[in-house]
């Protein structure tokens, strides 16, 4: 039987940090976007968050109008977060938790205890035809709360497991593949995701449960240092020529 297909999906919300920290245009997410795709990512994945710290509502509609690949709209379940979806109809949804002073999504969604509130989101984002999935923790609980809200989707969160190691790794490994199992089972599409390395990305991407890996921070961030050669290359090139026409005159 062939394996299947393993996406990857690249979150360029850090780009968005970078420029917001100064203001400007610069570095544009849509071509940082760009740059991914034809370096083989399956999709994109943005954040917009409530208090907008680096993704911009701008960004989210250039994204869809600008690359040819899915996006996938991260946000909270919020009223204007899902109006700005039903407005922008990214190809998917993945709902969140969200607190205001957090630094990133820590933890994922507790949709046993929110099945009536977000069954009236994701009822409302699938009437639109968005995929709607749900960024939980590898929990059975959960993943029968996810299928009951009426998600397509889950994603689970990976950061214990990156965030740990040894013996308690090796646990929490364990506990992601037997949760992507249990997705697989009850037919939800699982994805992965939060806190993925060189290092830690090689066991998630084993699972053959999992079908979809999204991955930011650590991709922009190597990003700005192996690509970095690069680009100082590229200016003392782009100097060099200017100061020899300069010469020559």
């Not at 749900?134 to 214990?160: D, W, Y």
């Not at 939060?194 to 999204?214: D, K, R, Y």
């Amino acid at each position: 039987m062939s394996k299947r297909f393993l996406r990857l999906g690249v979150n360029i919300d850090h780009v968005a940090t970078v420029r917001n920290s100064r203001g400007g245009e610069h570095p544009d997410p849509i071509r940082a976007a760009q740059k991914a795709i034809v370096a083989g990512a399956d999709g994109i994945t943005a954040h917009l968050r409530e208090d907008r710290r680096h993704i911009r509502d701008k960004d989210i509609t250039r994204l869809r109008d600008s690359i040819k690949k899915p996006l996938n709209l991260e946000m909270a379940a919020t009223h204007e977060m899902i109006e700005i979806a039903l407005d922008v109809k990214p190809n998917a949804v993945c709902i969140v938790p969200e607190k205001r002073e957090e630094q990133t999504t820590e933890g994922g969604l507790d949709v046993r205890a929110n099945k009536s509130f977000l069954s009236e989101f994701v009822e409302r984002l699938c009437k639109a035809d968005i995929r709607v999935s749900l960024f939980i923790e590898p929990c059975s609980k959960q993943l029968e709360a996810a299928r009951n809200v009426g998600a397509a989707v889950v994603e689970l969160h990976t950061g214990r497991y990156c965030d740990t190691s040894g013996v308690f790794r090796r646990e929490e490994l364990e506990r992601i593949e037997q949760a992507a199992i249990y997705a697989d089972n009850i037919g939800l599409e699982c994805h992965a995701g939060h806190g993925l390395t060189f290092e830690t990305v090689g066991p998630i991407a084993s699972i053959e449960a999992v079908v979809e890996l999204n991955i930011g921070h650590f991709l922009m961030g190597e990003a700005m240092i192996t690509g970095l050669e690069h680009a100082v290359r590229k200016m003392r090139m782009v100097m060099d020529e200017a100061r020899s026409r300069k010469d020559s005159t």
